[in-house]
């Protein structure tokens, strides 16, 4: 019974040495009397006992390795606090078990200086407006360099980038004086806007009242010019009615006796609100007047 037993698990671990089942998500590196043989894909294969043996296995999923916080200096003489993850996936299992010792520890640190010696080609600012071109320009770095160890860097992001204390105090201070910039020149503008509007105003106004005065005297020339108008041609109407009264006959002494009338009614204004007596000179004159103007009316009775 003894010796069933120790035959029996002498054929279980021949079986076991014999026998080989790789998983799905990974490679097995196999070597022969201790050389490389060849790299096993996923699923069942037959190995030599004794003189195949698995050397490595390697995980062909994505792996995710977090890259350390480190101090950087950027273009600017800033020093900043950096960290990140590289995203990587191993693509020749050969190159990864014999290219390099640790791929993982090698792409870490390569990960770290490609990090420093980018970040000191940006400024501050620029380090964070433009974090996807470093990415970029990290991963392209880390991949050329990393192509001898069979694995490929598929994306870097950078998760945390922290000036110093005296740094953010700094940047606080300027983006405090940047706000109260951003609000004076916006006062400023407004005010600017205000005179604008209000001496667009006052210019309107000015226009507006210039052009009232100037339609106003139009109006009053117009008024006075047809005021004008009428009376002359009241006057060259009344003038002619005139000069044909007196073609006609007893027109001329119909206006002589119309002036004495006038002549005698403007005497008689005189003589009652002066203050001296006026006595005419010519006493004769009056009574020759008096006679002339009783034969002017017999003549107009007549006519």
Known sequence: MLLFTIIFLFILFL???LMLVVPMREVAVIERLGKFRTVLEPGFHFLIPFFDRVAYRHDTREQVLDVPSQSCISKDNTQLEVDGLVYLKVMDGKLASYGIEDYQLAAVNLAQTTMRSEIGKLTL??????????NESIVREIDKASEPWGIKVLRYE??????????????EKQMEAERRKRAEITLASAEKAAMINLSEGERQEAINLSEGEKQKRINE????????AII?????EGM???SGALAVNGGTEAMNMQL???FIKQIGEVLKHAEVSVVPAELAKLEGFFEGMDKVSHTLNKA
Do not use: C, W
């Open 15 to 17: 079986l076991y040495k």
């Open 125 to 134: 600012s620029e380090t964070f407006s433009e974090r996807d071109r470093l």
């Open 158 to 171: 950078i998760r945390n980038i922290t000036p110093s204390h005296h740094v953010i105090h700094t940047l």
């Open 221 to 228: 020339a117009k008024g006075t010019a047809a005021e004008i």
């Open 232 to 236: 002359a041609k009241a006057k060259a």
């Open 240 to 242: 002619a009615m005139v």
């Open 260 to 262: 004495k009338e006038q």
